[in-house]
């Protein structure tokens, strides 16, 4: 699985730094949504599932947490533990956010609005999606 993330560039001085994100430029797509998680409890995993067609970028812009992400083949882990790194999902990768600490602001920004017919949030269904889908790939 290839993992893209990001390093946005920092607008520092002796203020401090600035990041600006933008649509289509340091992020890939049009932003049509952005929501934040915080005040995660001790010992939670929240998101297990996956999108049909969503692309989104994750910032943790405070504190740290770690994501996993399955394609249906394989897993990663990534660690998102400075605000200026981003992670790209794509449609159809499982995605579970943990290790969330107390601290932690995980920001989401997302190319489509909420629309919950685009979530596949069992497994089960996800790999038989996922397969389905590369076999329409392949002419099968
Ligand atoms: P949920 O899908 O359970 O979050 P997770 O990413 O951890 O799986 O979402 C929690 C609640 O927030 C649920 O009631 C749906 C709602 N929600 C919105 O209203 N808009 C959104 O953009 C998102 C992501 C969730």
Not at 38 to 45: A, D, I, K, L
Request: proline share 2%; hydrophobic share 35%.
């Amino acid at each position: 699985m290839k993992i893209i993330t990001f390093d946005f560039e920092e607008h520092g001085d002796e203020r401090g730094i600035l990041i600006s994100l933008e649509e289509n430029k340091n992020i890939p797509f049009d932003i049509k949504r952005c929501y934040y998680m915080y005040n995660t409890q001790p010992g939670v995993s929240r998101g297990h599932h996956a999108h049909k067609s969503l692309e989104q970028v994750l910032v943790c812009v405070r504190g740290e947490c770690k994501i996993l992400l399955d394609d249906g083949k394989t897993r990663e882990t990534v660690v998102l533990d400075r605000p200026n790194k981003g992670l790209y999902l794509s449609h159809l990768i499982w995605r579970e956010m943990f290790d969330f600490s107390e601290d932690a602001v995980l920001m989401v920004l997302a190319s489509q609005l909420y629309d919950e017919s685009d979530y596949i949030r069992s497994y089960d269904e996800f790999l038989q999606y996922v397969q389905t889908k590369n076999g329409e790939e392949n002419g099968l």
